[in-house]
């Protein structure tokens, strides 16, 4: 009786909790979904037939018409942004800012590497394309025109000169507002920063409601910045009353009334969420499945290795970036038979702005509650270990238990592209994600750290085939080996088991000798 028996029972059993961990029904297993607390939770429908129930008092109807408002809410809420660009094809002439000296100059990176990134932002975007790629010295990128005066001509210049060009992305973090409309007054198009345009990206690739409410918190500076631009043009014009319709409270103040209100219910509607999403979490607990959090710089290769580890063949990795957004749960085996569930998180990037961290930090907050975070890293990137920074930087601010980033499992993917590669940090584990180098040392790497981080024991158990021990075992746990001794119908099986299931053997089997390994 090998180790292999009803291994297909415990991988569905798997799948089952990472269906319960995305609010699937856990009637069936299903592919991975968005780890997303956003599914409503329905009322029970009024029981069928007179006999034998309780009398029903209509509360389940109140909890179906409370569903519905909620969900109107929702959708009010998740309606068209005003920020997004009109829609059709973009042609971009992407523009970086050169600091060539002082404190604001990278020490890092090189002006030709971020904007190969920026190149790469932009053609994340369907329909839209580069016209040209301008690099541009300046002393202090805050001026309001953000270059000097004779290179803020020649830059002028040279988009006026690109054909049919419909906007320029300006290769910063974030522009002022005044900033912005001096810009776009100059050059005659929308102007884009890193902010406006992950964040066109984000709300692009959005899919649950949960991805969609963190998009539209993220919205909310942007729109109190536009209300300040607003009035102050309002002002320069002095056309009009300064306060709307006699009821004493100014445009900026009903305006940013409306924002403060708006935010609120964002807020208010990912709380609930959240409330759902650890119910969830709490039931997932139950199952015993470890959790591991795939995290990395984005399009590092995450999904790529998530499908090489499981053998999912729905999924689908994309070479763009923020190709993942929503979070989703994916169920897979450790060499020793020992079922998980990996998790697949939004990647980073180098100076991704604040607000898109905290808008996100809903989302996020799954990877503390992991068993493991594996960080990815594309090796083959010329600015790899900048990219290992922000990523490490980013899960600092998250506050995540000293013990999850202590025990971090460092993996450099796409070793195929480098030759004879060796990594350098000593506890890094060399990968092809595509190819299936490297992934048998992995999974085994991961194995050893979570049976240290989950605490599971590795016992071998005196059992009588005719009893229902070792189908109990099949079932509640992970068995490695079974060595039958048909002289006295007996076995002995070497088992991976749970501290809750531990507990829950000794109560059902108390004569069952246990032997620690």
Request: with cysteine; aromatic share 6%.
């Amino acid at each position: 009786m090998g180790p292999g028996r009803l291994s297909w029972s415990l991988l569905r059993r798997c799948r089952r909790a990472a269906a319960a961990a995305l609010g699937a029904p856990r009637c069936r297993p299903l592919p991975a979904r968005p780890l997303s607390a956003a599914a409503p939770l329905r009322a029970p429908l009024r029981p069928s037939g007179t006999g034998g129930g309780a009398p029903w008092d209509g509360a389940a109807g109140a909890g179906e018409d409370e569903e519905e408002e909620d969900e109107a809410a929702l959708e009010e809420l998740l309606g068209p942004s005003p920020l997004a660009p009109g829609p059709g094809a973009q042609r971009v002439a992407i523009v970086h800012p050169a600091v060539k000296w002082g404190p604001q100059k990278s020490p890092v990176t090189t002006a030709e590497s971020q904007i190969a990134e920026a190149v790469a932002l932009v053609d994340t975007l369907q329909n839209w394309t580069v016209l040209d790629k301008i690099i541009i010295p300046t002393k202090n990128p805050n001026k309001k025109f953000v270059f000097g005066k004779g290179n803020f001509q020649v830059l002028t210049e040279k988009i006026k000169k690109l054909p049919h060009v419909t906007a320029v992305f300006l290769n910063m973090e974030r522009i002022s507002s005044l900033t912005k409309k001096e810009l776009e007054g100059a050059w005659g198009v929308p102007v884009f920063d890193r902010y406006t345009m992950v964040l066109h990206i984000f709300r692009c690739n959005a899919q649950t409601k949960e991805a969609k409410l963190q998009v539209a918190l993220a919205e909310i500076p942007l729109l109190r910045s536009n209300v300040k631009n607003e009035v102050s043009q309002r002002d320069q014009q002095r056309g009009g009353s300064k306060y709307i319709m006699g009821s004493g409270e100014t445009f900026l103040e009903t305006q940013n009334r409306v924002l403060k209100e708006r935010e609120l219910k964002i807020r208010s509607a990912l709380k609930k969420l959240r409330r759902k999403r650890a119910l969830l979490r709490t039931q997932r607990r139950k199952c015993e499945f470890p959790m591991v959090s795939v995290m990395g710089y984005t399009n590092c290769g995450k999904t790529t290795l998530i499908k090489a580890l499981t053998g999912e063949a729905g999924l689908q990795p994309r070479d763009q970036l923020f190709a993942t957004l929503d979070i989703t749960a994916h169920a897979g085996y450790l060499p020793s038979h020992m079922a998980v569930i990996y998790v697949d998180t939004i990647g980073f990037l180098t100076d991704l702005p604040h607000n898109l961290v905290e808008s996100f930090s809903a989302t996020l907050e799954e990877v503390a509650y992991s068993d493991l975070i594996v960080h990815v890293r594309d090796i083959t990137h010329p600015e790899t270990v900048l990219q290992k920074a922000t990523v490490l930087s980013v899960l600092r601010n998250l506050n995540l238990p000293s013990h999850l980033l202590d025990s971090i499992v460092e993996v450099h993917n796409k070793v195929d592209l480098v030759e004879r590669y060796k990594p350098a940090e000593e506890n890094a584990l060399a990968v092809s994600a595509l190819h299936g180098h490297g992934l048998e040392e992995l999974k085994q790497e991961i194995e050893k750290k979570l049976l240290t981080a989950t605490g599971k024991k590795v016992l071998t158990v005196n059992i009588n085939l005719e009893g229902p021990q070792l189908s109990w075992l099949y079932k509640e746990a992970t068995v490695q080996e079974v060595e039958v001794m048909p002289e006295d119908g007996t076995a002995r099986v070497k088992v991976i088991i749970g501290s809750s299931a531990f507990g829950k053997y000794k109560n059902l089997f108390p004569n069952s000798k246990i032997f620690m390994s």
